[in-house]
């Protein structure tokens, strides 16, 4: 076993390639494996993604024809769906593409996507430092070639109660909710597609429905008058007809374009209607942008990303390699949202396709998903930015760090509308506003908490945002994102003073600490009193931050409120369970309501129990002797236990969930996982894989000494590259 350490500032994990002077390729460079097909794909669920900057495409050849989903973060319509741009076609009169020379190659390296066939090459990518997407063709033998923009926006589209599952109402839809036609303008060889929300948005409904017109002013609003457009220049190309048709279980209008050329390039640029200024967005020169350029300054932004970081077996056991190139293939799906201004959605990222194909009882639009385009549940979107510390990736969580910080005034009013104390209250569903979901708001009889959701999954859950602070310190961006951290704290502590007074005449317990109650442990111990979870994200956050101001000799007048605050936080709850001490969910709970197992969170995220800390003796009693630990453990979806077997130093437990998890999903492309709890492909499923995989292979003490290998196989031979704390570049080899 060898490893190399070198020390990497965060600052440095967050650097772009600059435009003016890129690296070249190098000898000993990592060169990930193209993925490639020879074979045509049935339907959209046999798509490839393609992506870079905020886009993603879907890419597949059906029946001859090339046909693309292009989707861009940050696309939300007035009900908060998170629209599609629309398709494309190529169809080419000659059939270039059934001969048996035919091949369809993600190009990782590139970042991009190759299709080849009958004399015929279609390259396929989107530039990396602008929204824009190039489709440049070449062929051999010539003829005619048909472009075609199919819009199933091309009239307003009545949402049904099951729809609207895809938006924030949900099932408290009006009478009248509406997907709205776009406007579509097509002229010689250009197109132009605009979708612009109504004044009036699923944002008013919320506030009125939450009790919050008196701060309304208050409150961000993104949805309101918001403009999304999409620009085709075909030089070439000439319009021809419009046509209508059908794909999958839903109609669409066509407009054909026409060429003869051998070679032609199409461009696309889209805006979603908000553009915000951004340290951490490369900066380039937003001039019309030539697909040479693109090509050569995108493909050196590809080839830099896996430099960052890489994993690498020999081949020699075929579940290893499996899973290490389905961790690839997801990382690669994560880059194509590298600067986007919203953060990739846990449930099908910028890659959903015709959810009939997800779920047969679902015949609606390409625009559909269950849970939600504005809708973030933070549990599920954890899982999705945490593995980007260990791989280097740090520049790609801003899109999410940033989403929270937008929302903070909004947190702020929110707990002082409601409670009249301090703090950012964050729910576990969130809206793209920063208030609840109004569905799961739920109804509220009088004299009740208004601040609450009266939901039995959802009520009194506000610890997930705790995450995402541990992140922003852990990513090196403490001073950014301080009144984040801080508001989120100062939330707990006040809130929990706040509702002790209300029920009795003391503030604090009998040890002079907060009773947290009622709380949660996750989304399944209810109304539970001292829940583990919260209590290990406070301890551990309130650590970091002090911490953190400590190396860099803070003065701040916050700091005595911050270490006054780490005293009254409780002790983690234990429990005796067959004679061996466990981690407890809590004191006690009234209910359990859903299937995950927070007891195990003070071994993840929060790192309190583990290898190389005191106790790791009574987690691994929780792991193996919980009743509920046992009866919930899965692979699917967000469960954690591949990440809790490999924490713990359970090797067996690692590699046999980690197969699992990242073993191929049902679709042609195997990073593309089934639906599980949520919406295919599903991503917190490839997030937590790549957690645990990582976890499998690096891992720290408590004092920050690094363990090697501490839950991977001894007879899979690797070599990797990743990340400890303070940017500490590793690389191992056994």
């Known amino acids: 076993m060898s490893v190399c350490v070198k020390r990497l500032f965060s600052v440095l994990l967050m650097t772009v390639v600059c435009i003016t002077a890129v690296a070249k390729k190098g000898v000993g460079d990592y060169i990930p494996k193209d993925y490639v097909w020879t074979s045509q794909s049935q339907n959209s669920s046999g798509s490839m993604p393609c992506g870079g900057h905020d886009i993603g495409m879907n890419v597949w050849v059906e029946q001859g024809d090339v ?6 973060s940050g696309w939300f319509d007035e009900n908060n769906s998170l629209l599609k741009a629309g398709r494309w076609r190529l169809h080419f009169d000659n059939k270039p593409f059934e001969g048996n020379d035919f091949r369809q190659t993600l190009r990782l390296d590139e970042g991009c996507v190759y299709i080849k066939g009958g004399g015929t090459e279609v390259r396929i990518w989107a530039d990396v430092f602008q929204p824009m997407v190039f489709v440049t063709v070449a062929s051999k033998q010539g003829g005619r070639a048909v472009l075609s923009y199919e819009s199933w926006r091309y009239q307003d589209r009545p949402l049904t109660k099951a729809e609207c599952q895809q938006c924030s109402y949900k099932w408290v839809l009006p009478a009248d909710c509406t997907t709205f036609a776009d406007s579509i303008r097509a002229k010689d060889s250009f197109l132009e597609v605009a979708h612009v929300n109504r004044e009036k948005t699923v944002f008013d409904f919320t506030v009125d429905r939450e009790h919050l017109n008196n701060i309304k002013k208050d409150l961000y609003n993104p949805l309101g008058g918001r403009r999304m457009r999409v620009v085709m220049n075909a030089p070439g190309f000439s319009l021809a007809s419009t046509s209508n048709g059908q794909y999958a279980s839903t109609d669409y209008r066509a407009w054909n374009y026409v060429t003869n050329k051998r070679n032609c390039e199409i461009s696309i640029s889209l805006d979603n209607g908000e553009r915000m200024a951004d340290a951490n967005q490369p900066s380039v020169n937003r001039q019309p942008l030539s697909s040479s350029v693109s090509k050569k300054r995108s493909s050196i932004w590809w080839h830099n990303y896996w430099q960052r970081s890489w994993i690498q077996t020999d081949g020699t056991h075929a579940e290893a390699a499996r899973i290490v190139r389905n961790y690839e293939l997801f990382r690669y799906m994560l880059g194509c949202n590298a600067y986007g201004l919203w953060p990739t959605k846990f449930n099908g990222g910028l ?31 954890r899982l999705v930015y945490w593995p980007m510390l260990k791989s280097g990736d740090t520049d790609m969580m801003v899109a999410q760090f940033d989403t929270y910080l937008r929302l903070l005034p909004t947190a702020t009013a929110r707990t002082r509308c409601y409670w009249g104390h301090e703090g950012a209250s964050f729910t576990e569903q969130l809206e793209n506003f920063g208030l609840p979901n109004p569905a799961e708001y739920g109804k509220h009889p009088e004299g009740s908490d208004l601040g609450v959701e009266r939901n039995a999954w959802l009520e009194y859950e506000w610890d997930t945002a ?3 602070c541990m992140m922003m310190m852990q990513a090196g961006m403490v001073e950014k994102y301080e009144p984040l951290i801080e508001q989120c704290l100062r939330f707990f502590d006040e809130h929990y003073q706040y509702m002790a007074r209300k029920s009795g005449a003391k503030a604090l317990d009998g040890d002079g600490k907060l009773v947290i109650y009622p709380g949660s442990g996750c989304e399944t111990y209810k109304m539970a009193y001292n829940p583990s979870n919260t209590i290990a994200a406070l301890k551990a956050v309130l650590k970091e931050l002090t911490s953190r101001r400590k190396e860099r000799g803070s003065k701040d007048t916050n700091e005595r409120d911050i270490l006054k605050m780490a005293t009254r936080i409780p002790d983690i709850p234990l429990r005796v369970i067959a004679g061996d001490t466990c981690i407890a969910p809590a004191i006690v709970w009234a209910r359990i309501q859903n299937v995950e197992t927070p007891q195990l969170y003070a071994v993840f995220p929060w790192r309190i129990y583990g290898l190389g800390r005191e106790h790791l003796d009574i987690a691994r009693n929780t792991y193996w002797k919980d009743p509920h630990a046992l009866e919930m453990r899965s ?51 490839g997030g937590s894989g790549m957690i645990g995989l990582q976890e499998m292979l690096l891992q720290e003490t408590s004092d920050g000494k690094l363990l090697l290998f501490p839950a991977w196989p001894k007879e899979w031979k690797v070599r990797f590259r990743l990340y400890g704390s303070d940017g500490r570049m590793v690389e191992g080899e056994n």
């Open 635 to 685: 692979s699917k979806g967000w469960k954690q236990d591949n990440i809790w077997a490999a924490c713990l130093g359970l090797t067996e437990e690692a590699r046999r969930l980690t197969v699992e998890k990242l073993s191929d999903g049902p679709y042609r492309f195997p990073a593309f996982w089934d639906a599980g709890f949520d919406w295919a492909p599903d991503c917190n499923r």
């Open 466 to 468: 705790l995450e995402f």
């Open 351 to 381: 890659f959903t396709f015709d959810p009939v194909y997800v779920d047969e009882k679902s015949p609606f639009t390409p625009d559909y998903r269950k849970w939600g385009g504005g809708t973030m549940t933070a549990q599920n979107q």
């Open 67 to 72: 046909l693309l989903y292009i989707a861009q």
